[in-house]
């Protein structure tokens, strides 16, 4: 009874998914074959998928390319993998629709450093005044140190008239990467340059008179001077 109860398994299992076909026509089982998973995305798949979203960006704001951008916003807030949700992001870069531009805004509370410094080099290339309060916040307010350098030079693409204020943060910094970002974007968001100089910088950014800092400093180091002996 029990041999055919085995012979009646072994059947059985041989005319399911273990089944194959011999060299000579016949049904061979084999206990170690699977059906094959085709519906699984690696996040190399993945990344290059999203990769490919942002070739059917045109430039313009019509109805189709509004919905392209919304199906890369929900991709967005479901991927789990910050390597492809840095690709969404370059992606909706390229699409010129008013969600764009707040998706990548949004992008700047992920939770990952790298995509927050992503969005931050997107917003600074877009160039949308729309963007320097949340760029603001992010160098106030980011626990990254890169990232906050990152919101500093893409303030400086952002010709705003909140730019300059929002740069002060970064000229009262005491590091001297935050300082010097902060020089080079002020110069580049206002046309103006002051050789370098963080005390005329910034208070050219609080809407002082930067000639008066840069002459209070020659004053002061004309001062110091008298008292060194060499």
């Given at each position: ?29 084999n206990?170690?074959s699977?059906?094959?998973?085709t ?27 509004q919905e392209l951008?919304?199906?890369?916003a ?9 390597l ?12 010129k ?6 998706v ?8 990952d450093?790298?995509?927050?410094r992503?969005?931050?080099?997107l917003?600074g ?31 400086g ?5 909140e730019?300059?204020?929002?740069l002060?943060a ?8 935050m ?5 080079q974007?002020l ?5 103006r ?24 400093q ?13």
């Amino acid at each position: 009874m029990t041999f055919t109860r085995n012979t009646l398994l072994l059947l059985t299992l041989a005319t399911t998914a273990g089944c194959q076909s011999g060299p000579l026509g016949g049904l061979v089982w084999n206990p170690f074959s699977r059906a094959e998973r085709t519906s699984y995305e690696t996040p190399a798949m993945r990344t290059e998928r999203a990769l490919a979203a942002g070739d059917a960006a045109d430039g313009t704001d019509s109805a189709r390319q509004q919905e392209l951008t919304v199906e890369l916003a929900r991709k967005v807030q479901t991927e789990p993998d910050p390597l492809v949700r840095d690709a969404i992001m370059k992606s909706v870069a390229k699409f010129k629709t008013p969600l764009a531009g707040q998706v990548l805004t949004a992008g700047l509370q992920d939770a990952d450093p790298m995509v927050r410094r992503r969005c931050c080099e997107l917003l600074g290339r877009r160039g949308d005044p729309a963007s320097t309060a949340a760029l603001a916040e992010t160098l106030r307010n980011d626990t990254d140190q890169d990232v906050r350098i990152e919101a500093v030079r893409a303030l400086g693409n952002v010709r705003s008239p909140e730019t300059n204020a929002a740069l002060v943060a970064a000229l009262e910094s005491r590091d001297p990467a935050m300082q010097y970002a902060g020089v080079q974007s002020l110069a580049k968001a206002t046309g103006r340059d002051f050789n370098g100089d963080v005390r005329a910088c910034l208070a050219y950014a609080k809407g002082e008179s930067p000639a008066a800092a840069q002459e209070d400093q020659t004053s002061v180091a004309s001062r110091v001077g008298r008292y060194l002996p060499f």
